[in-house]
């Protein structure tokens, strides 16, 4: 079965504990996408790749990193978490094929940082 | 810098009535258009979308319409359902064949039984 996968789903954890959320796809996509939800707010990106081993920045990286080293994986990571991070997150995949660029989201990754 | 408006945040609708949400856009360069569904408590999915070459383009209860010169893009339902609830969000392409998309702030549809 496609699918975006991500890990955990649910996480509460301290100020400061650096953290890992893994994403990963099995459709062979090329570009992947980290975003972030917040109420009132819509989806903000965060990192996206284009491909292995290259990585930009979105509309608000302050405090994420990402790393592209498969195509298939594009973990976020939080290396000094803050309460400002608390939000619901959200990796994509998407395509180029034909032209279309549809995005296929993970399930969601809700952080808690306390 | 680019931005897309989404109005209105929030869209209550009487079941069987039809319910219209509109977006505007900034670049001119942008030439795709996606609208996602997002039911609570999941992940977005695409339900529509449209091309800067095509006016309009329906799929059985829903249509997007396009309006390049005024750089609207709207959603339309139809016969609206129970199901049809959820929050909705607009997209435009950042630019020709650019894989980015620029979000709305999304408008919460509400079907009132």
């Known amino acids: 079965e496609a699918q975006v996968t991500q890990n955990p789903r649910y996480l509460i954890t301290v100020t400061g504990k650096k953290l890992t959320v893994t994403c990963s796809q099995n459709?062979?996509?090329?570009?992947m996408s980290w975003y972030r939800q917040d109420p009132g707010l819509g989806l903000r990106q965060i990192y996206y790749?284009?491909?292995?081993?290259?990585?930009d920045k979105g509309d608000v990286p302050e405090g994420y990193k990402v790393s592209r080293k498969e195509k298939r994986n594009f973990p976020l990571i939080l290396e000094s978490p803050s309460p400002n991070q608390t939000s619901l997150y959200f990796c994509?995949?998407?395509?180029?094929?034909?032209?279309?660029?549809?995005?296929?989201f993970g399930p969601g990754t809700r952080l808690t940082v306390t | 810098g680019e931005n897309v408006e989404q109005h209105p945040s929030t869209l209550s609708v009487q079941e069987g009535d039809s319910a219209v949400i509109k977006c505007t856009y900034s670049d001119s360069a942008s030439n795709y258009f996606p609208w996602y569904k997002q039911e609570l408590g999941k992940r977005p999915q695409l339900i529509i979308d449209i091309r800067s070459n095509v006016g309009e383009k329906k799929d059985q209860r829903i249509a997007v319409t396009l309006n390049k010169t005024a750089k609207h893009f709207s959603l339309h339902i139809t016969e609206t359902q129970p199901e049809d609830s959820a929050v909705y969000f607009c997209?435009?392409?950042?630019?020709?064949?650019?894989?980015?998309?620029?979000w709305g702030a999304g408008t919460k549809l509400i079907i009132k039984p």
């Open positions: 994509a995949s998407s395509t180029p094929g034909q032209g279309l660029i549809e995005q296929y």
């Open positions: 790749s284009m491909n292995v081993e290259v990585t």
């Open positions: 459709m062979n996509h090329e570009y």
């Open positions: 997209a435009a392409s950042k630019g020709v064949g650019n894989y980015q998309l620029i």
